[in-house]
């Protein structure tokens, strides 16, 4: 999978808040509410380009790889792990660039705490990290039906996040794909900070 993504650290865009109350009542329409819950995230404070987190509190462990920043966006890849074993290892291992260290594996383990001894293993310093979110998703033309763009297709799944971390608030807005395309550009991105999660755990710890 793929993403599109900006997030806006300060004030949000002028268009903010009208486009997040039409997408409740889309949600509403569909009896469905925005999603409130804590992801955890493994902050890695010289790797911006890299995140990894477990959806809420027994969900999937992923980790997402910065491919591109261009337009105000940032292209990421985002991998699933169901499991951990030396084959899951060897693929996270691929995907952060780095050697699996010898005897770093616990196939019993979960993907997640699999993930903690490698990096720990790997000599990597890592931080846990609760970031709260309230989060809608649904297809692009169901969500934001308002958004003027160009690239962006009207069945991509697409995300509203309200991202609260410490005093700090966060306003972010993604489209996920199932391969990256050429080019996409949205009117009314500017102010973004051109980051992603990662960048904005490092930024804040800061």
């Known amino acids: 999978m793929w993403e599109y993504r900006l997030i806006w650290m300060a004030a949000p865009p002028p268009w903010w808040d009208a486009t997040w109350t039409a997408a409740a ?21 010289d790797r911006p380009d890299v995140g990894l987190k477990l ?13 591109d920043a261009r337009d105000g966006w940032e292209l990421w890849e985002k991998t699933p792990f169901f499991g951990w074993n030396a ?39 890592w931080r846990e990290v609760v970031l709260h979110k309230v989060r809608m998703q649904a297809r692009a033309d169901d969500l934001v039906p308002g958004l003027s763009a160009n690239g962006i297709d009207p069945a991509w799944l697409a995300e509203l996040v309200e991202i609260a971390h410490g005093s700090r608030t966060a306003r972010s807005i993604c489209f996920e794909t199932m391969a990256p395309e050429a080019r996409i550009t949205l009117e009314g991105a500017a102010g973004a900070s051109n980051m992603g999660y990662p960048a904005f755990l490092i930024d804040a710890n800061g």
């Open 87 to 125: 084959l899951e290892a060897a693929r996270f291992a691929a995907l952060m660039q780095r050697d699996v260290p010898d005897g770093s594996i616990d196939a019993e383990a979960s993907a997640v705490d699999g993930v903690m001894r490698l990096l720990t293993a790997a000599e990597l310093p």
């Open 25 to 45: 009542a889309a949600l509403r329409r569909q009896s469905r509410e925005p999603e409130q819950r804590p992801d955890t995230y493994l902050v890695l404070d």
């Open 55 to 67: 959806r809420g509190t027994d969900g999937e462990f992923e980790i997402k790889v910065r491919h």
